[in-house]
Nanobody
Framework: QVQLVESGGGLVQAGGSLRLSCAAS????????MGWFRQAPGKEREFVAA????????HYADSVKGRFTISRDNAKNTMYLQMNTLKPEDTAVYYC?????????????????WGQGTQVTVSS
């Protein structure tokens, strides 16, 4: 199966940038659609971005479109989330996810594997 480990979270000032990484292990990684979700205090886990098996298709939540960029390097078994112009409302635990067959990329129920999460805190 697939195991996912996030890294790159931390504390940053508003307007700054962070790059999250998701290292994956498993023979099916290159064929797995993947995504990023986040969960802020008092809120449900929400969709952030998703990427297709080859990386040719990407999707973003309206709240991060134009600021965040999702990418993947299948040769390195790694997915990334470049976060620019960060805002305090971006503060959350960010989770990496992978699915065997994803139809509704924005739904957390579509994903089969999850990382442990990494904390992103944006101060004002």
């Amino acid at each position: 199966q697939v195991q996912l480990v996030e890294s790159g979270g931390g504390l940053v000032q508003a307007g700054g940038s962070l790059r999250l990484s998701c290292a994956a292990s498993g023979r099916t990684f290159s064929n797995s659609p993947m995504g990023w979700f986040r969960q802020a205090p008092g809120k449900e886990r929400e969709f952030v971005a998703a990427i297709s098996r080859s990386g040719s298709s990407t999707h973003y939540a309206d709240s991060v479109k134009g600021r965040f960029t999702i990418s993947r390097d299948n040769a390195k078994n790694t997915m990334y989330l470049q976060m620019n112009t960060l805002k305090p409302e971006d503060t959350a635990v960010y989770y990496c996810a992978a699915g065997r067959s994803v139809t509704y990329y924005y739904s957390k129920g579509e994903y089969d594997y999850w990382g442990q999460g990494t904390q992103v805190t944006v101060s004002s």
